[in-house]
């Protein structure tokens, strides 16, 4: 009887562009490797005389021959799905470019972004177990391209509502939030949304630019204050900010198509969009390692703070981890969060890293004395 084993290859490298395919190539194999959503219409040449067993191909266009060739040495072959308007096999994060293909010419509703909030509505209730899957299969690959993208980083999460407007002074706090963060070495990570999360998104993007940079920047996104009546409007408003300071710092942005309605900021380089908010809430938190704060919000940003609070009460995820709620009269009055934050810390490990701060201007100095 044949070993079930014989024909078995551990995963082998990732490869995500064309670059690394050939890469591989050139060193001889392919057998094991993961080839995602590359193109190989132009390799087939290459298919048919490299070794490909156990290799794994996602979502890769190629001519029927290398295709045939590469099933009978045992790969696996999941095809592009076609008609979607994404692509559930993605190796890699989003760009704003990417989201936002199209919005000079044809306006949001003509872009990516848009397209695939109008598939996830008309499928997310019709009982559809292949869109489903497809669903799945796409917040899957985000998240492995997430956590490689993140490897070796201090990520810091900064959370917040969505209504802060532009040309508002917290909205400008919170962008100087996300510049002090930036240029202090941690990767600064939002829901990448509109409002806070989009004021420390820009904030991160200013970090390589002088102060006064941000300040002009605030003032022409004042002009457009709200995505709300044209996301058009208020997004080709970030763009031109982008457009006039270019190469700007580095950041995440976590957002989803469950909230749609709520375009993604252009202001991270990275996005790593889901479908499934429950995964993107957990993620984005699981993933902020060098702690999190927490700008004025809503029930969102209510559900964050106990969504992190839960994991370093029991320390499921090693030790707690920093959470700072910014403005005492929003977190213990209007919404009385802290009181039961503090109340859950009392005589545990967590009790030392969380801090409750008046002004946003407090919140940088006050985690870095809770990381210690």
């Known amino acids: 009887m044949e070993n079930p084993d014989e024909n078995t290859y551990a995963p082998g490298v990732e490869i995500e ?17 993961r080839v995602q959503s590359v193109d190989l219409t ?18 890769c266009p190629m001519e029927p021959r290398a295709e045939a060739k590469i099933r009978a040495d045992g790969a696996f072959v999941f095809p592009p799905v ?32 848009a397209r695939a909030y109008d598939w ?11 869109a489903s899957m497809l669903r799945a299969l796409h917040d899957d690959a985000v998240s492995d391209a997430l956590d490689e993208h993140l490897v070796g980083a201090r990520v810091v999460g ?8 532009r040309g508002s002074e917290e909205f400008r706090g919170a962008a100087v939030l996300g510049r002090e963060l930036a240029r202090s070495g941690l990767t600064v990570a939002t829901g990448g949304g509109p409002g806070a999360m989009e004021a420390a998104n820009l904030g991160a993007y200013a970090a390589p630019h002088s102060d006064a940079m941000l300040l002009k920047a605030c003032e022409l996104l004042a002009a457009t204050p709200s995505f709300d009546p044209s996301v058009t409007d208020w997004a080709k408003a970030a763009f031109a900010v982008r457009e006039r300071w270019p190469e700007g710092g580095s950041s ?3 957002p989803t198509w469950f909230y749609g309605h709520e375009p993604p900021n252009a202001f991270a380089d990275h996005i790593a969009k889901y479908f499934a908010n429950a995964l993107r809430e957990d993620g ?51 919404l009385p969060a802290w009181p039961l934050l503090s109340s859950l810390a009392a005589g545990r490990a967590m009790e030392s890293r969380i801090a409750l701060v008046d002004t946003v201007e407090e919140a940088a100095p006050a985690l870095a004395r809770l990381t210690g």
């Open 17 to 33: 562009t064309l670059t690394a395919f050939d890469k591989a190539v050139a060193a001889g194999t392919l057998a094991g490797h």
């Open 42 to 59: 132009d390799r087939g040449e290459a298919l048919r005389t490299t070794d490909t067993r156990g290799a794994v191909f996602l979502g």
């Open 82 to 113: 076609p008609g979607l308007p994404f692509d559930p096999y993605r190796g890699l994060l989003y760009t704003p470019d990417a989201l936002y293909e199209g919005l000079a010419e044809g306006g949001y509703g003509a872009t990516p972004d």
């Open 120 to 130: 996830f509505q008309r499928t997310r209730s019709n009982g559809d177990v292949f």
């Open 158 to 165: 900064v959370m917040g509502g969505h209504a802060m407007v």
């Open 252 to 254: 995440v942005a976590v």
């Open 284 to 334: 984005l938190l699981a993933r902020s390692t060098a702690g999190v704060i927490f700008l004025p919000g809503a029930a969102g940003t209510v559900q964050e703070i106990f969504d992190n609070a839960t994991p370093n009460y029991y320390e499921s995820r090693s030790a707690p981890t920093p959470m700072v709620l910014v403005n005492r009269a929003h977190w213990t009055e209007k």
